[in-house]
């Protein structure tokens, strides 16, 4: 089934490309709309603090900004442009999130887990050096704080929502156990996760949610939304038919959200 919109791209203003050229890749592809989701951090523990610094990420200090490019870039596009935020979560940053996501009205939020132990889970180096012991317990904490983020309610959608298997020294440790709690929690929230196509055509080549998880959540009856995840123009042109072909597979009708 053709693909309609893509509710998760990145711009200049997080770690993506220019807007417009963001927009015109959306065009090209024939999306009726396309949602920016920059990387968004407001935790005021001193890890994330730091990590915000190191990245350079700083979209709750110019959302404003993107903003105003945003509706200028409204006037003249072929395709709807949403003003979204990709967050990162972890339960002990409810309380700042809630006031950030409030203050900014953003027209969605994506929600995402991105760190364990203040430490990204795309560092391969790190959990590599762990035993298979902590290893597991990292994947179990992975899942832990995900239950959490559908069940705060605070997003409208869930990013990648099995990330640990894109890092090949956590990948293959989440257990049916694990995929059951996430579809509970996915069944009885109003938040929605989404198919990602963050790295189908790079070193990972699998979408989130991988096989098993997807088939979870698809027996619950689970509705999706689609992401590309893409950074570059070319990533929502070379993403675009591959999603379309796994739609039209699993036979998923996404779901619009604004």
Known sequence: MPLTHDYHVHSTYSDGSFLVRMVRAAEEVGLDGVGFADHCNVSAREPMVEAKCRLGFNLDRTYERRRRAIEALRERADVRIFDAVEMDYDPADESEIRAFLDRADFDYAVGSVHFLDGVNVHSIPYFAEKSEAERRAHVDRYFEKLVALVDSELFEIAAH??????????????????????????????????????????????????????????????????????????????????IETLLAERDIEPARLV
């Not at 890092?167 to 198919?195: I, K, M, Q, W």
């Not at 992401?227 to 990533?235: C, E, K, N, T, Y």
Request: negative net charge; hydrophobic residues 35%.
């Open 161 to 242: 929502v099995d990330l640990v298997e894109r890092n090949p020294a956590l990948r293959g440790l989440a257990t049916p156990e694990h995929y059951d709690r996430v579809g509970d929690a996915f069944e009885r929230s109003s938040t929605v996760p989404e198919v990602n196509a963050g790295r189908i055509l790079r070193e990972y080549g699998e979408f989130h949610p991988a096989p098993p998880l997807l088939g979870a959540l698809l027996d619950r009856g689970v509705s999706f939304t689609v992401g590309s995840d893409a950074h570059r123009p070319d990533d929502v042109r070379d993403r675009a038919p591959v």
